[in-house]
Each structure stands twice: as structure tokens, then as C-alpha cells.
């Protein structure tokens, strides 16, 4: 007797529990699609997601999906007409449980669910530069910056990321950082102009300094838009450049008024603020023609803070048991739990960050570790200061390296295809690169 076969069909809905858009994030990220795909299967009426399979495997889809957030249906596919000729044919094959890398049909009553797509290719990043090459780099910026008064600051930094962005690579090609030493320069002037008249004004007047303050709040978001821009625009690989298109009203949002709200509730806000600004940032940034988009959810980030809570209570109850038998004992305590504070938070925000940004079909994978992490860093710290801070070029290199050692990119189909893409459509575009007030505020 023939097996049951089943579909898995999407009502035209979303469950009660959520929106439009966090069930396209969760489709974009459990199923790897892009988001015009996601967007096509929320907003049609009724469309069969998977045909043909099993009880077991469209149990597995419908629960994938309904954790998605869709309102999907499971109904039996009409029974098959066998001939006598093929009564002697082997039982069909159960289809596999779907996975992260599979993708939903496109088109409703598809014939074949994705057995021929090919598995996601993995493209790990490299980085070539050493400790010796950079220190040259350092320790010239450093000289010629104290000289001039910081006036070479622009150049070295320009210098730094230049070799830093030349040897970081990604399938044999090098990241570029373009950008004009002149116009940080100008950059940093406004901020250091806007700084000291209202230091000055302060001084004369502490209600026109206070007026000031508020005006420096104000057109702080601009500030934050605008260098964005400069970097990303500046930023390129394969001689495709980096964009970003973020708007004022958002950037005040997230980087003003959530932030102010956040000293009312006791810093209850704070995960959701660094979940907001981070959004803001990757999702209004693109490769040459093609968004990024974030799959992390506020969820994800208040999860992280809450696992910090057991590790800090620990510390603090070591910190009290040291206060009341061997007090010195305390600032060891403090260090410890600062130090491993800091390695869980630096690794745990970089995993989240990249494992949840996604361009086009193509996804980023951070495995970075604490245990591997920590050890960088004490170790880094102790030479650093054994060495009068020398040692520092060295660090950063080693630092550099772990972090794009553990930095994956997955890419679901051809990544040479996509590339070419991207440069026929920037090609046909063109280059919009403003020059007026296309500065770099070094925020």
C-alpha cells in the first residue's frame, strides 16, 4: 500500500502573534530567501509551499513555518494511479527534513521541492597582514601625528585602513578603503569648531552653553548619517562600493530619543536600543545595488543580556566574600569580572551581528569563541603593557586575524554571478559620489 502524500499550504495569512514584517525576517532567515520571494509568498492568497511528502516531513515544514509566523495548512494529495507495470517499482523515497539552507518552492504546485538546488558554498574570509608591517605603519602615524599637532591624523588614518582593508580578502579578492584624507580633515575641523565655541560659550554664559548642548543633540543624528555614509561609500571590493542611505528621522530615533527614554526605565531599554541601532545601520546598508538585511530580533538581544546576569551575579557575590576576608582581594575580583564582562559581550554582539545580516540569498557566519577570545586578550593586554604599549600593532593584528578566522560567507548559488551582476547594474547607474558635505566626523 502506497504512502499517504501531503501538502503544505499557506492560508494567505499570518498567525495572531505576528506582523508582516517579522514574518518575512523569519522566512528570510530559516529559509534563506530573499526578500522579494518572502514578500511574494506573505502576500498571496493561498500558495503550496511544499507537494508531495510525507506525513513525517510536512509535520517538520508546517512546524518550521508556523514558528515563522505563517498560518499554513497540511491536506492530503490525491492518491496516485499505479499500473501493473510499475507495481514492481521501489517505495518512494522519503523526502528529508528541511533545513536552514533549503528553500521554499517558487511557484505554487511546483513539481519537485528543491532537490536540485545545489548546497550552499562556504567562502571563509583570510587576512595576510602581519604585526612587523603594521607596526611601521603605527609607529610612523604616531610620530608625524604628535608632530602636527593631529593635523596627520586624517593621512594615518587613512594609511591604517588602507593596509588593513588590502590584506583582509574574500574569495582572492581584497577589500579597498578609497577614501580622501582632506575630507576627514574637514570633518573633524566642524566637530572640533562646534566643540570649542560651545566650551567658550559655556564659560561666558552657561544658559547659551546649554542651548548649544541641546543644538549639538539635535544635529548629532546628522553627524552619525553622514560619516556612515563616508566610510561605506568609501568602502569597496571588486571595485563595487559599499553604500549607506539611513534618514535623519530614523537616525534620531535610535540614537536620541531611544537612548533618552532609556534613563527612565533604569536601563531596562538598553538591549533594544543597541537591537534598534544596529538594525538601522545594517539595513540601510548595501553592496552596490543590493540591500542588507537583519534577521536578529529584540528578543535575541535581551536574551544575550539576561545569560550576562548569572557570570555578573557570581562576580558580585566573590566580591562581597572578598570584602569580608581579604579586602584587597576585591580589585582582583572587579578585574576578573570586568575582563570576562567584556570578552562575553565583544564575541556574543559580533556572533548576533553577523550570523543575523544577510545580502541577497548570501548569509554571514561568525563562530567566534570566549574561552579563544579571552585568552587574545589577557595575553594581548599583559605584552601591551609589559612593552609600554609597543606591543600594540601586534595586538591588533592578532585580534584582526582571530575575528576574520572564525567569519564565513555562505552563499547560496553562484557568488561569481552575483558579483556581475552587481557591477553591470553600478555600471550602468554610475558613480553618485556628492562632494558637498561628504565628510567623515571620525564617529
Known amino acids: 500500500m ?56 510536512a509535520k517538520k ?38 533545513t536552514r539552507e533549503k528553500l521554499v518552492e517558487r511557484k505554487a504546485g511546483a513539481s519537485e521541492p528543491s532537490a536540485g538546488i545545489k548546497p550552499p558554498s562556504r567562502i571563509p574570509f583570510e587576512f595576510h597582514g602581519t604585526g612587523s ?49 582632506v575630507k576627514i580633515l574637514k570633518g573633524r575641523a ?31 543624528p546628522w553627524l552619525v548619517v553622514r560619516s556612515l555614509a563616508f566610510n561605506a561609500r568609501n568602502s569597496a571590493v571588486r571595485n563595487i562600493r559599499f553604500g549607506f542611505d539611513g534618514n535623519l528621522w530614523e537616525a534620531a530615533k535610535v540614537y536620541v530619543l531611544w537612548p533618552f527614554l532609556t534613563v527612565f526605565t533604569f536601563g531596562i531599554l538598553s538591549p533594544y536600543v543597541l537591537f534598534r541601532q544596529t538594525k538601522f545601520i545594517v539595513e540601510n546598508s548595501s553592496y552596490g545595488t543590493t540591500g542588507f538585511t537583519f534577521a536578529a530580533t529584540a528578543r535575541g538581544y535581551y536574551g544575550l543580556f539576561f545569560s550576562a546576569l548569572i557570570p555578573l551575579v557570581i562576580g558580585i557575590v566573590f566580591m562581597a566574600a572578598s570584602g569580608f576576608f581579604f579586602q584587597p582581594a576585591i580589585i582582583l575580583v572587579v578585574l576578573v569580572m570586568y575582563l570576562y564582562l567584556f570578552v562575553f559581550f565583544s564575541v556574543k554582539l559580533t556572533n548576533l551581528f553577523y ?4 545580502i541577497a540569498l548570501h548569509r554571514l557566519e561568525s563562530t567566534q569563541k570566549i574561552k579563544e577570545y579571552i585568552i587574545i586578550v589577557v595575553t594581548n593586554s599583559v605584552a601591551t603593557a609589559l612593552t609600554l604599549g609597543l606591543y600594540h600593532p601586534w595586538a591588533k593584528i592578532r585580534t584582526l ?43
Not at 518550521?64 to 494529495?77: Q, R, W
Open 190 to 220: 566642524i566637530v572640533v569648531c562646534i566643540l570649542l565655541v560651545h566650551l567658550i560659550l559655556s564659560k561666558l554664559s552657561p544658559i547659551i552653553g546649554a542651548i548649544l548642548g541641546l543644538a549639538i543633540i539635535v544635529i548629532f
Open 355 to 358: 550570523n543575523s545580516s544577510r
Open 2 to 57: 502506497a504512502d499517504t502524500l501531503y501538502n503544505v499550504i499557506y492560508r494567505g495569512k499570518v498567525l495572531q502573534d505576528f506582523d508582516f514584517e517579522t514574518a518575512k525576517r523569519n522566512l528570510i532567515k530559516i529559509f534563506s530567501l530573499s526578500e522579494e520571494k518572502a514578500e511574494k509568498i506573505l502576500k498571496s492568497s493561498r500558495m503550496v509551499l511544499k507537494k508531495n511528502v510525507d506525513e513525517s516531513t
Open 401 to 443: 586575524r582571530y575575528k576574520l578566522e572564525h567569519l564565513t560567507l555562505i552563499a547560496s548559488g553562484d557568488l561569481n554571478s552575483f558579483i556581475s551582476k552587481e557591477q553591470k547594474q553600478v555600471s550602468a547607474v554610475g558613480e553618485e559620489m556628492g562632494e558637498f558635505l561628504d565628510f567623515d566626523f571620525g564617529l
Open 61 to 98: 515544514f508546517g512546524v518550521a513555518l508556523k514558528k515563522a509566523g505563517l498560518d499554513v495548512a497540511l491536506t492530503k494529495s490525491p492518491p496516485k494511479v499505479v499500473s501493473s507495470e510499475s507495481k514492481s517499482a521501489p517505495t518512494l523515497k522519503k523526502v528529508a527534513p528541511p
Open 133 to 181: 608591517e603594521y607596526f611601521k605603519i603605527w609607529l610612523v602615524n604616531v610620530i608625524l601625528s604628535i608632530v602636527t599637532l593631529g593635523i596627520y591624523s586624517p593621512w594615518a588614518k587613512v594609511r591604517r585602513k588602507q593596509y588593513l582593508y588590502g590584506n583582509t580578502r574574500v574569495q582572492g579578492a581584497s577589500f579597498e578603503y578609497l577614501a580622501d584624507p
